[in-house]
């Protein structure tokens, strides 16, 4: 599968995006899904995971209550609503896909494909 992820840009403190995440091939239904980000100078961080339902989502204690992952599987895309943005959400965030498992949560090993990465940035 390949992955194109969009949605990404400059805004300030409290403000609100939506990534998106395309996903080529008919199978998207049958991949675990999960957004991670990196920021300058630091490693790759979990964020949210999907299963490949929608039913069970996953959230890294940073993020909770401020960013929402869904997905269409009808539109093969999976989805980051970030709100009430503060400027440590600044980074690059990527969209990755695990095909071996129902759900895949918060390692980036258990993923197989991501995507190119979208950056935010957030002013104060």
């Known amino acids: 599968v390949q992955l194109q992820a969009s949605g990404g840009g400059l805004v300030q403190a409290g403000g609100s995006l939506r990534l998106s995440c395309a996903a080529s091939?008919?199978?998207?239904?049958?991949?675990?899904m999960a957004w991670f980000r990196q920021a300058p100078g630091k490693e790759r961080e979990f964020v949210a995971a999907?299963?490949?339902?929608?039913?069970?989502?996953g959230y890294a204690d940073s993020v909770k209550g401020r960013f929402t992952i869904s997905r269409d599987n009808v539109k093969n895309t999976v989805y980051l609503q970030l709100n009430s943005l503060k400027p440590e959400d600044t980074a690059v965030y990527y969209c990755?896909?695990?095909?071996?498992?129902?759900?895949?949560?918060?390692?980036?090993?258990?993923?197989?494909?991501w995507g190119q990465g979208t950056q935010v940035t957030v002013s104060s």
């Open positions: 990755a896909a695990d095909r071996e498992s129902y759900y895949s949560g918060s390692y980036p090993d258990q993923y197989d494909y």
């Open positions: 091939g008919r199978t998207f239904s049958r991949y675990a």
């Open positions: 999907i299963s490949r339902s929608g039913g069970s989502t």
